[in-house]
């Protein structure tokens, strides 16, 4: 197994013996979804750490759409509780990129690639990702291309 899947089974069963619900319910959806993607191919495999993190990012962002959905129809202790589920899967993840440090990024990588119009959008998305490696929103990093992009090109 992986490290990263290891410490996901180590700390289920710690949560267990703690007796803490939220924990043991958020952690086992996660190796479910885990183990669900190693056998969504042709052959069952082992997934590597980058492989496993990718799956908890996507875990993580369902939490963070579910909170924004329950909160918007007015539904607060289910939010609550998603919220509270994507702060356990956050303790798994990288640390976030704030707004200056992402925007940098974006710049930098950017000006490497010598990418300065729209019609580059997709391999400098591609580079982008590639440099922020999990430490952003997607959706945020494609805004923040797309702006540097239109503004390079004007």
């Given at each position: 197994m992986g490290a990263l899947k290891d410490l996901l089974t180590a700390d289920l069963r710690t949560a267990m013996k703690a007796r803490d619900e939220?924990?043991?319910?958020t952690l086992r959806l996660a190796l479910t979804a885990v183990g669900n993607a190693e056998v969504a191919g042709e052959v069952k495999r082992e997934l590597t750490d980058d492989?496993?993190?990718a799956v908890l990012t996507k875990e993580a962002k369902k939490r963070r759409e579910a909170a924004t959905a329950y909160?918007?129809?007015g539904r607060?202790?289910?939010?609550?509780?998603?919220?509270?589920?994507?702060?356990i899967l956050?303790?798994?993840?990288?640390?976030?990129?704030?707004?200056?440090e992402l925007t940098e990024l974006v710049a930098r990588t950017l000006a490497a690639g010598g990418f300065t119009t729209m019609k580059q959008m997709g391999p400098a998305m591609k580079a982008v990702q590639a440099a922020v490696a999990g430490r952003a929103d997607g959706a945020k990093v494609?805004?923040?291309?797309?702006?540097q992009l239109r503004d390079a090109a004007v």
């Open positions: 939220l924990t043991t319910s492989e496993v993190l909160a918007d129809a607060a202790e289910l939010a609550d509780k998603e919220t509270a589920e994507g702060e956050a303790r798994y993840l990288p640390t976030q990129l704030d707004d200056a494609a805004s923040l291309v797309r702006e």
